[in-house]
């Protein structure tokens, strides 16, 4: 595995940032000690110095002393970030090949420029993604897309970081707010399905424990076949279904229940709150 001298830091040390940060550092793309997190309550960011990073409860400390600086706060709470950051933030020569990276729900590049505009005047390096959650076990599916001043080597470094966590992708910055309500959300909307797998192996007498393994593992099964044959899902679901079978029977109750508009309602719903939570 390729490794990177820079150091990494995390505005925010939350379940996303933390997916990312012990994701590299098992991976071993970074070493511990490369990682700077930081928070307003430091007692909250014990795994990270269980992972051996270090942490800090100053944001300036992550922003003045990492080159990749990973922004991981809510989106509402990005402007009194920077309003603080601003405030404290010592300008120094490592300014300008800083590289800002953004996994902020609905906000816009134009928004991250004029926001971190004070660390670099004439331009800084800002990078926007999409990961999910799913990087903590090198799984994820992450989107990004850069500014005018990003370097062909900035992307390649950053698909490096991103890309050994799962697959990484460079889109259409018009593309990631969709992304998200696919691939940023929905292992929210997988577990929940998971979780229905599950119940309903229990309703039918399948003790919960060995129910929730069979169900996950189902679904990793069907993810990778998806994956590995390139098949369109519904000529797979045909090579389950044999004809008066069980499956049919299990399909047919599915529609019923819409749950293919419930998924597409779903994914909508969550693009549409995407973009409203970067106009905050
Ligand atoms: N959780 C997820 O599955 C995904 C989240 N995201 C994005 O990641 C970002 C973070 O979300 P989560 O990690 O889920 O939330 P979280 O609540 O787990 O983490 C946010 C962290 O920010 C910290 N924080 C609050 N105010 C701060 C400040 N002024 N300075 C520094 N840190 C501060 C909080 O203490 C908390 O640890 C959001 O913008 C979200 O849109 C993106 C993709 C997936
Ligand atoms: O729920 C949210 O707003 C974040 C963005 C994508 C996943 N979690």
Not at 94 to 112: P, R
Not at 116 to 128: A, M, N, P, Q, Y
Not at 188 to 211: C, H, N, S
């Amino acid at each position: 595995m390729a490794k990177l001298d820079e150091r990494i830091g995390f505005i925010g040390g939350g379940n996303m940032a933390f997916a990312i940060g012990s994701g590299l550092v098992s991976c071993g793309i970074v070493k511990p000690s490369q990682v700077l997190v930081s928070g307003p309550h430091i007692e909250n960011l014990a795994r990270w110095r269980e992972l051996g990073a270090v942490t800090t409860d100053e944001n300036c400390e992550v922003l003045e002393h990492t080159d990749i600086v990973f922004i991981c706060v809510k989106p509402h709470i990005l402007g009194p970030c920077v309003a603080q950051l601003k405030y404290k933030h010592v300008p120094s020569a490592k300014d300008a090949s800083k590289l800002i990276v953004s996994v902020l729900a609905g906000t816009t590049l134009k928004t991250l420029e004029e926001k971190f505009d004070f660390i670099e005047s004439s331009g800084l390096k800002v990078i926007r993604t999409m990961p999910n959650t799913s990087m903590q076990v090198g799984e994820g599916c992450t989107v990004y897309t850069g500014n005018s001043r990003v370097t062909h080597q900035d992307l390649e470094k950053v698909h490096l970081m991103l890309n050994a966590l799962g697959l990484a992708q460079q889109v259409p910055e018009h593309m990631i707010d969709a992304v998200t309500g696919v691939a940023g959300c929905g292992p929210a909307f997988v577990y929940t399905i998971i979780e229905a797998l599950a119940d309903g192996g229990v309703k039918q007498g399948v003790p919960r424990a060995m129910a929730l393994q069979f169900a996950a593992q189902t679904l990793l099964g069907a993810a990778k076949t998806v994956l590995i044959t390139g098949k369109h899902p519904a000529v797979l679901r045909d090579e389950v279904c044999s004809p008066g079978g069980s499956t049919i029977v299990g399909v047919h109750e599915l529609e019923k229940g819409n749950l293919r508009a419930t998924l597409i309602n779903a994914v909508e719903k969550a693009t549409q709150r995407s973009a409203e939570l970067g106009k905050k």
